[in-house]
């Protein structure tokens, strides 16, 4: 059974820094495509980044200065490191995985809200 559980969500001041942590068992982050998306009230679900290889991803243009993505295979995990947070990218932020055979996988997303 796949699960993927997010943490580290939760209230920050605008300019803040955030880590969110997703932890997988049932795949294996170190094959196929692991990362982010994140869905604002009222909003799509939209990418944030994504590990698509062993050291290449996809990202969304706007967020790649201040966001970036890491992962330990060791411990089946990856990271969402969020510098210099703006109101903005207030959202629930989703763990994702989509196997080599091509099936999706989601958690059950953690809030992120950037408020003074």
């Known amino acids: 059974q796949v699960q993927l559980m997010e943490s580290g969500g939760g209230l920050v001041q605008p300019g803040g820094s955030l880590r969110l942590s997703c932890a997988a068992s049932?795949?294996?982050?170190?094959?196929?495509?692991g990362g982010w998306f994140r869905q604002a009230a009222g909003g799509r679900r939209d990418l944030v980044i994504v590990?698509?290889?062993?050291?290449?991803?996809t990202y969304a243009e706007r967020l790649k200065d201040r966001f970036t993505i890491s992962r330990d295979i060791t411990k089946n995990e990856v990271y969402l490191q969020m510098s210099r947070l703006k109101v903005e990218d207030t959202a629930v932020y989703y763990c994702y995985y989509r196997s080599p055979s091509g099936n999706e996988y989601w958690g059950q997303g953690t809030q992120v809200t950037v408020s003074s």
């Open positions: 590990f698509t290889g062993p050291t290449s991803t």
């Open positions: 049932g795949i294996d982050f170190n094959s196929g495509h």
